[in-house]
């Protein structure tokens, strides 16, 4: 009797939570993982616009993720080299990511700075968070009305900032195409393997674009040339290398697993501001009050999407 007592004395039990919305603390560094991203970014467009003329386009990409692949190595080599199974058996979702986020979408960038005012090449990709929303959406994953009204309002700050005044060139054309890589690519690390670490999947992308890249590079250098390795050539290299493409895809790569593409797209809209600030700051570009309002209305529908719940 003393035994079944004791089996019929159990602790009650604990009730199943009953909420299902995302942990706060994982959304607010998402979102900041992606502020942190766009703003790096954002200098990358300077840093294209102001090598326009001494560095061809390709030799820029190359040598940027040359730069990236030597600071990834120390702590993403090991980890892919564990992961090579689990690499291997993926090896196609690498490959496109690394073609759409390396090898292209940087070279597009390259080549529209050329032309393209660094100002304009930042509003032409926000175009990108579209994209962004519409694969997400095409997946199954519901958006809701505040997330689209946010998106709305900040498009429609692009748009006013980009009819307000700005010049199309030939060179846009090469951000537009650019714009739907990153779109692409975003998208697509919503697909990335589970199990595929993170400091792993950067190194595999970044040494698979700079191979991509190997035959246009030797093309570049028998056509046009090499470029003079000065001060004014460098560091903006090691910038691109180190802060725009190590730091920046490790923290954009990060947001998408933690907030998705289509919140991180949001956040994304930041970008034409903070190229607009940088470009007015860095290579005397004109802005005027026009552009500000423009901005004020991009920031608004940033706050109103991203802070949006899932």
């Not at 290398?241 to 490790?250: D, E, I, K, Q």
Request: with cysteine; proline share 6%.
């Amino acid at each position: 009797m003393a035994v079944a007592d004791r089996r019929t004395t159990t602790a009650p039990l604990t009730p199943a939570p009953t909420h299902v919305s995302a942990p706060a603390a994982p959304v607010a560094l998402g979102i900041g993982l992606a502020v942190l991203a766009t703003v790096v970014w954002s200098g990358s467009f300077v840093t294209s616009r102001a090598l326009g003329d001494s560095v061809p386009p390709v030799q820029h990409a190359f040598w940027r993720w040359v730069v990236a692949l030597a600071v990834v190595a120390p702590f993403g080599a090991r980890r892919a080299w564990r992961q090579r199974e689990l690499i291997r058996r993926h090896l196609g979702f690498v490959l496109l990511a690394s073609l759409l986020g390396v090898a292209v979408y940087n070279t597009l960038v390259n080549q529209a700075g050329v032309t393209t005012p660094a100002a304009n090449m930042g509003m032409i990709m926000a175009a990108s968070p579209v994209l962004m929303a519409v694969f997400e959406r095409a997946g199954g994953v519901p958006l809701g009305a505040r997330r689209v009204t946010g998106l709305l309002v900040a498009c429609a700050g692009v748009l006013l900032l980009v009819g307000g005044g700005a010049s199309f060139s030939a060179g846009d054309l090469w951000m537009i195409a650019a714009a739907c890589c990153f779109g692409s690519y975003s998208a697509l690390l919503r697909r990335r393997p589970a199990g595929l670490d993170g400091a792993g999947f950067l190194f595999t992308t970044f040494l698979c674009g700079t191979v991509l890249l190997l035959p246009a590079q030797g093309v570049s250098l028998a056509v046009q040339g090499g470029f003079s390795p000065t001060p004014d050539t460098v560091l903006p290299l090691l910038y691109v290398g180190v802060a725009s493409s190590a730091v920046a895809f490790f923290a954009w790569n990060k947001a998408i697993a933690l907030i998705g593409p289509a919140r991180a797209g949001i956040v994304y809209y930041l970008q034409p501001v903070c190229v607009a600030l940088l470009s007015w700051a860095l290579l005397a570009e004109p802005t005027g009050w026009a552009q500000a309002g423009c901005m004020a209305l991009i920031l608004g529908g940033v706050v109103l999407g991203a802070g949006a719940r899932r």
